[in-house]
């Protein structure tokens, strides 16, 4: 006989595991690069959107760079991310050897986050469609309506009331997400609030508002897919001021970090950070100053200024006209 029983095992077995460490577990700070150029529509909460995002990186154990410089979509810039923040883009916001970059950068296991009008740009590039999960295709003016939560097991859903009342725009969708696997968690009660329409694509229904992908369908065959979390609420300056909507965002891209599939929760992945403490370029960033820039924006910034300022209440992401 052996010493110790298997009923005596099966007791202590599971402490026992309990303590062993996992090899998944996060061994550095994650760091996440927040892109948010533009071409088209330029929303005037990007910088009370990143400010929002800094100022909560600690709660996530991350560190936030942001560019709008297209030139940073390149190998040696993003393989030191575990995640990408599309936030607000429209437009063509990358030019070819950009998207070659960013497509190898999913391959890799990089994680995705997009941000309300983020399924708005690259709206020809099949993979970007598919990684966001849905392009956008066009909103009803602002106002209140209801968002309600149909999937609250997720930690971007979890500490939302089951119908959440926001002052934001109802995106609708050139596509259902669910086509390509997405799980959505968020949807539009359509009955809360007036869109004037047409509309001319079937998005789905529950309408989706915000959604998931364990493994982000824009990754080629033969690629490694990280994660990926959509939602295309955060259109005002007042969501990114709301605890809700932060905590919201915040447990989306910590959730897509949870794929393990980057450096700093997995010490043989190919992409992501594995310095151990906040390295000084960024830390010198402090999180109350106002957007600053981690990386030049010399390339964007004149194109992107101008468009901000451009009267321009609505956008859509149909060809034309535009509104
Ligand atoms: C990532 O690792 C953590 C433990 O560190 C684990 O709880 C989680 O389930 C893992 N996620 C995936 C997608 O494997
Ligand atoms: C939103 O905040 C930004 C600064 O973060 C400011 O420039 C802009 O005017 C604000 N928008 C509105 C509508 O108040
Ligand atoms: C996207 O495709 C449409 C339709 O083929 C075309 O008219 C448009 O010029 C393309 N846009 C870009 C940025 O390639
Ligand atoms: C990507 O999207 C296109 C068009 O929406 C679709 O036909 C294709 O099957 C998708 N590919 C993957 C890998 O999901
Ligand atoms: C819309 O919601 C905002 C808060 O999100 C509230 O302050 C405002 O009174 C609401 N407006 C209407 C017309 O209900
Ligand atoms: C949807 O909105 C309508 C109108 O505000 C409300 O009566 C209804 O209870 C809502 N339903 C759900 C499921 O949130
Ligand atoms: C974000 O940071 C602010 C300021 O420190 C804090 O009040 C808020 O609770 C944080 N939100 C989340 C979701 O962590
Ligand atoms: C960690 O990365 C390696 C190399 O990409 C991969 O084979 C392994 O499956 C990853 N682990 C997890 C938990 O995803």
New binding site residues.
């Given amino acids: 006989m052996y010493g110790i029983s298997w009923r005596k095992l099966i007791a202590i077995l599971p402490p026992l595991l309990s303590i062993i460490p996992s090899i998944a577990q996060q061994t550095s700070f994650a760091r996440i690069l927040i892109y948010s150029a533009t071409r088209d529509f330029r929303h005037d909460s990007i910088p009370t959107a990143i400010q929002a995002m800094r100022?909560?990186q600690s709660?996530i154990n991350a560190q936030f760079d942001n560019t709008e410089d297209q030139t940073q979509f390149n190998d040696q810039v993003l393989a030191q991310y575990d995640a990408l923040v599309f936030l607000d883009n429209t437009g063509e916001v990358l030019d070819e050897a950009g998207k070659t970059a960013f497509q190898k950068y999913l391959d890799s296991g990089g994680n995705f986050v997009g941000i309300h009008a983020a399924s708005d740009c690259l709206r020809n590039t099949t993979f970007y469609g598919n990684e966001t999960g849905a392009f956008f295709d066009y909103h009803p003016p602002l106002q209140n309506a209801t968002v309600d939560v149909i999937d609250n097991s997720h930690p971007s859903t979890s500490m939302l009331p089951a119908q959440w009342h926001v002052q934001d725009e109802m995106y609708n969708f050139k596509s259902d997400p669910r086509a390509i696997g997405a799980t959505v968690i968020l949807a539009a009660n359509e009955s809360s609030y007036t869109d004037p329409g047409p509309r001319r694509f079937n998005q789905g229904s529950p309408h989706p508002l915000a959604w998931y992908q364990e493994h982000g369908a824009g990754v080629e065959n033969g690629g490694y897919a990280g994660r990926s979390f959509y939602t295309g609420l955060g259109h005002l300056n007042e969501s990114w001021q709301n605890?809700l909507f932060?905590?919201h965002v915040?447990g989306g891209i910590s959730w897509a970090l949870q794929s393990n599939t980057t450096r700093a929760f997995n010490a043989s992945a190919q992409v992501g950070n594995s310095q151990i403490s906040p390295s000084s370029q960024s830390s010198s960033v402090s999180p109350s100053s106002t957007y600053v820039p981690s990386y030049s924006l010399s390339h964007a910034s004149s194109e992107s200024f101008r468009m901000a300022d451009l009267p321009h209440p609505l956008h859509t992401g149909r060809p034309s006209p535009r509104v």
Avoid: E, L, P, S
Wanted: charged residues 15%; negative net charge; hydrophobic residues 55%.
């Fill in positions: 100022t909560n709660a605890d932060i905590a915040m």
